[in-house]
């Protein structure tokens, strides 16, 4: 079954693309929580033409992704916790990597984010996803709080 995805779905596709899903999932899950249409011959048509006024716009999103990513690279961050040794009492998320961003001026959704859950002290590596076509990687450490 063909479906347009109308907003971006974790591990499936980004948002106005044709995507291929077995039936059922489409029918019960997709189509009724509004995550997509089915791909019929005219859905597809709209969707062409869409994408066809979009280009411009898309191009400016780009380039202001790829000026952040630029922006990204240049900064060092260090995560503070509290450890006993080398473990860490509780463990680092997506979420600390957002806050920690966010206080270095960047407001980055934490679903944008994919790092793992850290558990120990070192230096680590996330992937953040600016845009469908700018991902970046972001090197950061974890240090023992005082």
Not at 85 to 92: A, M, Q, R
Request: hydrophobic share 45%; no cysteine; charged share 25%.
């Amino acid at each position: 079954m063909e479906i347009i995805l109308k907003q971006d779905v974790n591990k499936l596709g980004f948002k106005d693309d044709i995507v291929t899903v077995k039936p059922g999932y489409g029918r019960n899950f997709l189509i009724p929580q509004g995550m997509a249409v089915l791909a019929t011959p005219s859905a597809k048509k709209v969707l062409a033409e869409n994408l066809k006024q979009r280009a411009h716009k898309e191009a400016k999103l780009i380039a202001d992704a790829n000026t952040i990513a630029e922006a990204l690279k240049g900064l060092e961050i260090k995560i503070a916790v509290k450890a006993g040794g080398e473990k860490l009492f509780g463990s680092v998320t997506n979420a600390d990597i957002a806050s920690a961003l966010e206080s270095n001026g960047h407001a980055i959704d934490r679903k944008f984010i994919t790092s793992g859950t850290i558990k120990r002290l070192g230096k680590y590596e996330a992937n953040i996803r600016l845009h469908r076509d700018v991902i970046v990687e972001l090197p950061y450490e974890v240090i023992a709080a005082e």
